[in-house]
């Protein structure tokens, strides 16, 4: 998100965020549709032909963000039979759906197949067994890849969700089970191909090649083994975001050329020219979105001062550092008011009765003065949907749009008695 100083104020585009503070109150989530296009044209434009494009609702389920990008993404990663509605409502086609989860119930598998949802990654033999009962009970097959939990760990992945014991996926060792279970139930399966999440938020794109590459060689051994002729091969995604360093980023043109170099390869390798997925949500829509709050006092505790916002981890955990932060650090923050002021060493801490609510722990920031607006950077992604939005019954934050430099409501405050 490009902000810029003006006559002493923070700009988003022609707007001043105080002005739009005062206009719709506070705290509010801000999600910028200019900066989320640029997001998705920048991974199109670099991987070109080589990959489909599939937007991870999990990070942010809003149906206007969903709505709005329709035409640039090429699906959309689920992980409920809630996403899949909100899907299906934002009017994307059962087909362009992937459907991923190690807790799928009965219900959300009989409502996949119902809808004839795209292709179902299955994370168990539970999973499997499940799907031939309903396939038969409705007369139709299910559509299925089966989600790999690889042997291969790659340390860099901050969150590991493979290359361990873990609730996803099959394990590498039990696939051949797995594909012969498959092969001798045809009857309620089309077996399209392979899913590989092996981890998230990884800022090394070497590790980021090895991951996905290694899921490409895990294709073409299972054609080698099994005949198995992926027409799908999901390489998930991963890719990370820096919260608290502007100038770090993950680099695509490093990414890139060996991810064509090695589709090229199994291309030539196994004579086939599967679908090869990439599934990003961080990456695309974290930095397009902001949460902004109010200094609404201020204390000094011995020696410490802290300032108390009118928002907090009931509306952002993950900045609090309550989200799988091993090690808590400070998201990027701005004082959107007084931009230029000098700045000092200070606590910023939410309105609710617990600890945890530190949303900045001696950071430095422009000095705040009470009423000022205070801006939490790249908070587009696991915000809003993320957080404790009940706990101690505040408010739920507001969530406007701006596109075209127009905003809109995307999502209605709510009091606690609205969820009686």
Not at 40 to 57: H, M, N, P, Q, T
Not at 187 to 212: D, K, P, R, S, W
Not at 297 to 313: A, I, N, P, T, Y
Request: glycine share 8%; net charge positive; aromatic share 8%.
């Amino acid at each position: 998100m490009q902000l810029r100083e003006h006559n002493g104020k923070m700009y988003i585009g022609d707007l001043c965020f105080e002005n739009i503070a005062d206009e719709y109150g506070t705290p509010f989530y801000l999600y910028d549709l200019n900066t989320l296009k640029r997001n998705i044209y920048r991974v199109k434009k670099a991987f070109g032909d080589s990959i489909e494009l599939f937007y991870a609702v999990k990070a942010n389920s809003n149906l206007e963000i969903l709505k709005a990008i329709r035409n640039d993404v090429d699906g959309l990663d689920i992980s409920s039979a809630g996403e899949m509605e909100q899907s299906l409502l934002a009017g994307y086609q059962a087909a362009q759906l992937s459907f991923a989860g190690p807790g799928k119930t009965r219900f959300e598998l009989e409502e996949a197949i119902k809808h004839n949802i795209g292709i179902i990654s299955v994370e168990s033999f539970r999973e499997l067994r499940e799907l031939i009962d309903i396939a038969k009970a409705q007369r139709r097959k299910a559509n299925i890849a089966l989600r790999i939990n690889p042997r291969l760990l790659i340390k860099e992945f901050p969150i590991k969700m493979g290359g361990r014991p873990t609730q996803f996926g099959i394990d590498e060792e039990d696939i051949d089970k797995a594909v012969e279970y498959v092969e001798q139930n045809q009857g309620a399966f089309n077996l399209l191909g392979i899913h590989v999440y092996a981890g998230t938020q990884c800022m090394n794109e070497q590790a980021l090649v090895l991951n996905l590459t290694n899921t490409l060689h895990l294709a073409a051994n299972l054609q080698k083994t099994h005949g198995l002729q992926s027409k799908w091969i999901n390489l998930g995604g991963g890719f990370g975001v820096s919260y608290y360093d502007e100038n770090k980023e993950v680099d695509l043109d490093l990414i890139a050329p060996s991810l064509k170099k090695a589709v090229h390869g199994y291309q030539t390798l196994t004579r086939r020219q599967p679908r090869i997925i990439l599934e990003l949500g961080r990456y695309l829509i974290a930095e397009a979105g902001i949460y902004v709050t109010r200094v609404i006092s201020q204390k000094v505790s011995r020696g410490e001062g802290f300032f108390l916002l009118d928002g907090g981890m009931n509306h952002h955990l993950a900045a609090s550092g309550n989200l799988g932060s091993g090690l808590r650090r400070n998201y990027l923050i701005k004082n959107l008011s007084q931009p230029s002021a000098k700045k000092q060493i200070c606590s910023l801490v939410g309105p609710l009765c617990t600890p945890l609510d530190l949303m900045a722990k001696s950071v430095s920031i422009q000095s705040p003065k009470i009423g000022d607006i205070i801006g939490i950077m790249n908070s587009g992604s696991y915000g809003f949907t993320a957080s404790p939005l009940l706990f101690l019954g505040h408010d739920t934050p507001l969530e406007l749009f701006l596109s075209k430099n127009q905003i809109s409501i995307i999502r209605r405050r709510k009091v606690i008695r609205d969820f009686n």
